[in-house]
């Protein structure tokens, strides 16, 4: 994909952190069940640096409904809620580290 992965780890997301993650979904008919799937168990959870990363990893998830199943969710994807994965859109991807990867906004690192 041309990206680099600066830092990986695996976590259980508390009920607290999961209602966070998802508030942007709060008021749609699914987000009890997404919140449930997202508690069900371990998580990993990645961040990626490159040109364009969120346009490759997106192509790279692809959609739960992709009958090729040339991406992640076409592919291991149980429904649109059990999805397998999830990408970041610009407008996300501060509400994700602030819940995934709070030590690197606090750091004096810059990416």
């Known amino acids: ?63 739960y409904t992709d009958t090729a199943q040339t991406g992640f969710r076409g592919k291991y994807g149980e429904s649109p809620v059990k999805n397998v994965i999830h990408v970041s859109t610009k407008t996300e991807w501060l509400l994700d580290m602030t819940v995934f990867f709070p030590d690197l906004l606090q750091s004096e690192t810059t990416l």
Not at 28 to 44: A, N, Q, R
């Open 1 to 63: 994909m041309g990206l680099d992965m600066i830092t990986s780890k695996r976590l259980l997301l508390d009920k607290e952190q999961a209602h966070f993650w998802r508030q942007d979904v709060s008021d749609k008919p699914y987000y009890k069940e997404m919140v449930d799937y997202h508690l069900s168990g371990e998580c990993i959870v990645t961040l990626w640096f490159g040109e364009q990363a969120i346009t490759k990893a997106l192509v790279f998830r692809g959609n």
